[in-house]
């Protein structure tokens, strides 16, 4: 694994931590990659890599994104991430867990761990044996326990706001709204879609999910492919990642496209200036999915529900921004909300500019 520095340096990352444990077999790697707003959040994801390499750059890169992440919510949090080499289904044990969370105790808080891709609550009230930082514990343990109905929230308002820039309207009353995915988030949008009046088109490749929307909420079933050349006027991607590509892209003939999904664009660059020279509005996805961030930011605060479904709301906020600054400076959406997010990262930088008296462990002031 030669060039770490060298990838570190690329994106401009502050550490990684390479834990190794022969007795529990723990194999990790802990990414900090901004710690301008406050300490890095980001999940714990177990995985099957290739090799160390692959399991670098993913590290590196999703790190990287929770900064973004963070900063656009207006949480004070940067962005890290965890991977444990592994097998998630036959791999797990209390101990290796644990291990882990000795890790990242040893970090003293500058890291703090949750969740992710491969891993579970349960994992994570293992890890909270060793150590008080990590959050997105179960309601039982008094966590903040599962996020989507908060990011659904937020993906509700996020919606509500491109609408009204998009169509001028405030109401979704009679808009045709195609839902990829009804499983945890989806299945809370559309109960929100439908309480607003608007008509739903559901797909998913799980019969009981889009079974209980079809009753509940009297959506109608598209086909799996068909959702994106379907008459709609919003697409909604809460299921799978990378469905907004060269093949689909040109299919779309909605006027918007605002889902909860993470990592939507299957190349970020190209994609965006793709939907963006159809003329379709998109949310950027790590914006008005940030609702489950939040969630579990406000849990290290002591969790307050009704406090973390506000702040989801506070979406429809921030997505006018990026509209607004999107529009002046002629860029992509994608584009406008990395830079809210850069601008929101330097400005909080700045004020450590201001000298703050504190004492240091040997008693004498030190600046921090
Ligand atoms: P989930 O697994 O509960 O739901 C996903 C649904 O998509 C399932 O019902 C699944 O059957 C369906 N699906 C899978 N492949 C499909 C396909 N090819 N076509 C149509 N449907 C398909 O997951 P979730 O927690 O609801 O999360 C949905 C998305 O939102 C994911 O991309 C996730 O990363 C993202 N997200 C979730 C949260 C959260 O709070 N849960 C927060 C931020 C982002």
Redesign the pocket.
């Known amino acids: 694994m030669s060039n770490v520095f060298e990838s570190m340096n690329q994106k401009d990352h502050e550490q990684v931590v390479f834990c190794h444990d022969s007795d529990t077999k723990l194999k990790a790697i802990i990414a900090i990659h901004d710690t301008t707003i406050g300490p890095a959040l980001g999940g714990c994801r177990m995985w099957e890599y290739a090799n160390e390499k692959e399991a670098l750059t993913d590290v590196l890169r999703l790190s990287r994104g929770m900064s973004y992440k963070a900063a656009i919510a207006n949480l004070n949090l940067g962005g890290g991430k965890a991977v444990i080499f592994g097998n998630s289904k036959t791999d797990k044990s209390e101990i290796l867990f644990r291990s882990f969370g000795r890790f990242v105790d040893g970090l003293d808080g500058r890291y703090i761990t949750a969740e992710d891709v491969g891993t579970t609550v349960k994992d994570m009230e293992w890890v909270r044996m060793e150590t008080e930082y990590v959050t997105g514990i179960s309601r039982a343990l008094g966590g903040s326990g599962?996020?989507?109905p908060?990011?659904?929230l937020g993906t509700y308002a996020g919606l509500q706001a491109c609408v009204k820039r998009k169509l001028g309207k405030d109401s979704l009353r009679g808009l045709k709204v195609g839902v990829?995915?009804?499983?945890?988030?989806?299945?809370y949008l559309c109960q929100h879609l439908y309480r607003a009046g608007a008509k739903l088109f559901v797909?998913?490749?799980?019969e009981i999910?889009l079974k209980r929307v079809v009753n509940e909420f009297r959506a109608n079933v598209l086909g799996?492919d068909d959702?994106y050349d379907a008459d709609l006027d919003i697409y909604a991607?809460?299921?799978?990642?990378a469905t907004l590509n060269d093949v689909t892209i040109p299919k779309l003939k909605c006027s918007i496209v605002a889902?909860?999904?993470?990592?939507q664009l299957g190349k970020e660059s190209r994609h965006s200036t793709m939907i963006e020279n159809r003329d379709i509005l998109y949310a950027p996805?790590y914006a008005i999915?940030?609702?489950?961030?939040i969630?579990v930011a406000n849990e290290i605060e002591g969790y307050n529900r009704e406090r973390a479904f506000s702040q989801a709301e506070s979406i429809y906020d921030t997505l006018m921004v990026i509209f607004d600054l999107a529009d002046s400076e002629k860029v992509s959406t994608h584009t406008a909300a990395s830079k809210v997010a850069e601008r929101r990262m330097a400005d909080v930088a700045k004020l450590k500019n201001i000298y703050l008296p504190r004492k240091n462990v040997m008693g004498k002031r030190d600046n921090n």
């Open positions: 599962d996020p989507s908060v990011t659904a990829q995915g009804v499983g945890h988030v989806g299945y797909t998913d490749i799980d999910s799996l959702i991607p809460c299921a799978l990642g889902g909860a999904a993470n990592n996805d999915n940030a609702g489950g961030l969630n």
